[in-house]
């Protein structure tokens, strides 16, 4: 029974769609990509794939299969806590450049890659945190990944010498 129950659960982890939350129209935040969402990227206009995960096994086989479906991938392994300045500084550049188009930033659970675009919309475009705040929420972003957002920014605005 403990295995139907498992096998169960993982079907349904198979087949369920992308966690991922649009925060513009060019922007989208999402946990870890399954095979079969390369051509669906593609098909809704985006360019290119930023992975911030650490795994350099799965980054090399994510780059294979995003560039066989024609999307432009960078992999970029910025911690999960203790993001610094240089971290934001290197994502403004990717999120700002012409060329990246529209762009799918993912991380494992869609989290770090809320909080990232957070500090990105405080530090670098200078939105008020309840600015940066509400447009996570009103992507989708619920009260326990909002709460990790403000702990986390807390910690990087106590670290860093910018404002928060």
């Given at each position: 029974?403990?295995?139907?129950?498992?096998?169960?659960?993982?079907?349904?982890?198979?087949?369920?769609?992308?966690?991922?939350?649009a925060v513009t129209d060019?922007?989208?935040?999402?946990?870890?990509?399954?095979?079969?969402?390369?051509?669906?990227?593609?098909?809704?206009?985006?360019?290119?794939?930023?992975?911030?995960?650490?795994?350099?096994?799965?980054?090399?086989?994510?780059?294979?299969?995003?560039?066989?479906?024609?999307?432009?991938?960078?992999?970029?392994?910025?911690?999960?806590?203790?993001?610094?300045?240089?971290?934001?500084?290197?994502?403004?550049?990717?999120?700002?450049?012409?060329?990246?188009?529209?762009?799918?930033?993912?991380?494992?659970?869609?989290?770090?890659?809320?909080?990232?675009?957070?500090?990105?919309?405080?530090?670098?475009?200078?939105?008020?945190?309840?600015?940066?705040?509400?447009?996570?929420?009103?992507?989708?972003?619920?009260?326990?990944?909002?709460?990790?957002?403000?702990?986390?920014?807390?910690?990087?605005?106590?670290?860093?010498?910018?404002?928060?």
């Amino acid at each position: 029974m403990q295995n139907q129950l498992c096998n169960a659960l993982q079907h349904q982890t198979e087949i369920a769609p992308l966690r991922s939350y649009a925060v513009t129209d060019r922007v989208l935040l999402a946990a870890q990509p399954q095979p079969e969402d390369w051509q669906r990227f593609v098909a809704a206009g985006y360019k290119t794939v930023l992975n911030i995960r650490s795994d350099p096994e799965r980054a090399a086989v994510q780059a294979a299969n995003a560039r066989a479906a024609g999307l432009h991938y960078i992999h970029a392994p910025w911690p999960a806590y203790e993001l610094e300045p240089e971290h934001l500084a290197e994502f403004a550049r990717i999120v700002e450049a012409p060329e990246t188009g529209k762009l799918v930033f993912h991380c494992r659970s869609a989290t770090r890659v809320g909080l990232i675009w957070m500090l990105y919309r405080i530090v670098h475009q200078g939105w008020t945190r309840e600015q940066a705040e509400a447009e996570l929420r009103a992507a989708g972003y619920d009260d326990d990944a909002m709460a990790t957002f403000e702990f986390c920014a807390d910690d990087f605005f106590e670290r860093s010498s910018m404002q928060g």
